[in-house]
């Protein structure tokens, strides 16, 4: 990679002991920060995009299709898809955590950008399920390859001081692309009331949000100019060329026992995060629609006019999410910092729990959106920044893209049945029930009691260098 000199080096000696986080940080080390936050930022703005286009998207493309789009069928196949995107997300977690374990993070960064980015921009000419579930599957390997190296990039350049906070900071701008894709939604719905049968130039709204999703491509651009290798990974690089040895691979991550419990551990903590997010907490977006539909429909509205509304109002239920998301993980740093990494998972776990529960048990008019979204948004993805801070501090140099991918997409593959068991409570067990996805939400949110029975097996982080 091609060196720019006015950026500095990541060797700077870090901050000292006392004054802000950031203190001792040079151009470089913001550089290699923006960079990576701008890759999971976007990454986010796929994935809340998503969100919001799941059931306008099937509605269109099951009665193209000439399948019945009941309501029934469109929450099964939101979920279905959702699912071929979270295993989508899973496989291309494990195959690029070892790529960038062993061809390096800026350049694995660059490639998981531009197949997420374009692949989100082949969803927009989708035809039917299947060939949008194809998109969303390819989608989700560039979205899951890059979290990983990611995080191991800024944690390995990173002074020692400055790594939690610098981790939590880019898990917290992920909000600010989840809100980025609110505003879209918002924009698009203002949009659609001023063409004709509510599209855009010829074009369902949901279709232009995969449009715009293909824009951060030219990020690639960026990290192919500037970004370099890891010191860290570089001389460990050396050292594996030297001893005739590989880096990465999960051989190697399983033939430690100290690196193999610590991925379980991981893998297991992930799991009850993703599936509380994807698997209950993005279908309150779901929720709060059929909410609103009724309201808007007792109003007389009908149509585009309906269409319109309901897509600004979830446009809106997003916003409030990520609101709350930006709070926590801003904080989550500071309070893993503070009273550790287990007493932190412990806390938000918990509190995930109740307040998703609430949600699903009373969200049920228009005054409820603006404070139990933005507390479940708090509480729920506060538990990504801790993972982004904790996972790579679990694995030592050679494994580290490896370990922190394994923890946080091996658990995808259970997560992935999340929302399909959603749509199956929502659809058969609770179907008799007037809105049979609150009783199936709330069933979900037990889920969190995983994360909580792992904790007392899960090793203290809290001031300590990153293991070689």
């Not at 009665?63 to 899973?90: E, H, N, P, Q, R």
């Not at 990494?341 to 409820?368: E, G, K, N, Q, W």
Request: glycine share 12%; net charge positive; with cysteine.
């Amino acid at each position: 990679m091609a060196d720019l000199p006015h950026f500095g080096t990541s060797s700077a000696p870090s901050s000292p002991a006392d004054g802000p986080w950031y203190r001792g940080m040079t151009r470089y080390h913001w550089f290699v920060l923006i960079v990576a936050a701008l890759g999971w930022l976007f990454d986010c703005l796929d994935q809340q995009l998503f969100n919001l286009a799941r059931k306008p998207a099937m509605e269109t493309l099951l009665a193209t299709a000439g399948a019945a789009a009941d309501s029934k069928a469109v929450d099964f196949y939101g979920g279905l898809s959702t699912c071929i995107f979270l295993a989508g997300w899973a496989t291309g977690g494990l195959i690029f955590g070892v790529v960038g374990d062993r061809i390096g993070r800026a350049k694995t960064m660059m490639i998981t950008i531009l197949i997420y980015s374009l692949c989100t921009g082949l969803s927009a000419i989708s035809r039917g399920f299947w060939d949008f579930a194809f998109y969303r599957f390819i989608t989700g390997l560039g979205v899951g390859g890059e979290f990983a190296v990611g995080v191991a990039l800024v944690a390995e350049v990173m002074p020692d001081r400055a790594r939690p906070y610098a981790l939590g900071l880019l898990q917290a701008l992920s909000a600010v692309g989840n809100f980025g894709a609110a505003l879209i939604g918002i924009g698009l719905g203002l949009a659609q009331k001023s063409f004709e049968n509510g599209l855009i130039a010829g074009w369902e709204p949901w279709r232009w949000k995969f449009v715009i999703g293909a824009l951060p491509a030219v990020l690639a651009l960026v990290i192919r100019a500037g970004l370099k290798e890891p010191e860290r990974w570089q001389e460990m690089k050396k050292q594996a060329a030297a001893e005739g040895t590989s880096l990465g691979g999960y051989g190697a991550l399983f033939a430690d026992p100290r690196w193999r419990k610590n991925a379980i551990i991981g893998m297991l903590l992930a799991c009850a995060g993703v599936i509380g997010l994807w698997g209950i907490g993005f279908f309150a977006i779901d929720l709060q629609r059929s909410v609103l539909k009724k309201t808007f429909e007792a109003e007389g509205l009908t149509g585009s006019d309906l269409a319109s509304r309901l897509t600004i109002w979830s446009g809106i239920a997003a916003m409030m999410i990520q609101v709350g998301a930006f709070a926590g993980m801003m904080l989550a740093a500071r309070i893993c910092q503070r009273l550790g990494r287990r007493p932190f998972f412990a806390i938000f776990f918990t509190a995930a729990m109740i307040s998703t529960m609430v949600v699903f048990r009373y969200l049920d008019d228009i005054s409820d959106f603006w404070w139990m979204l933005p507390i479940m948004g708090f509480f729920q993805l506060s538990l990504f920044a801790g993972y982004a801070i904790y996972f790579p501090e679990l694995f030592p140099t050679r494994l580290r893209s490896t370990g922190t991918s394994f923890c946080y997409n091996v658990g995808r593959f259970a997560a992935a049945s999340g929302p399909f068991l959603l749509g199956q409570l929502s659809s058969t067990v609770f179907a008799g029930s007037p809105e049979p996805m609150r009783p199936a939400g709330l069933l979900m949110c037990l889920i969190f009691l995983l994360g909580l029975a792992v904790l007392p097996f899960a090793p203290e982080t809290k001031g300590r260098p990153l293991p070689e």
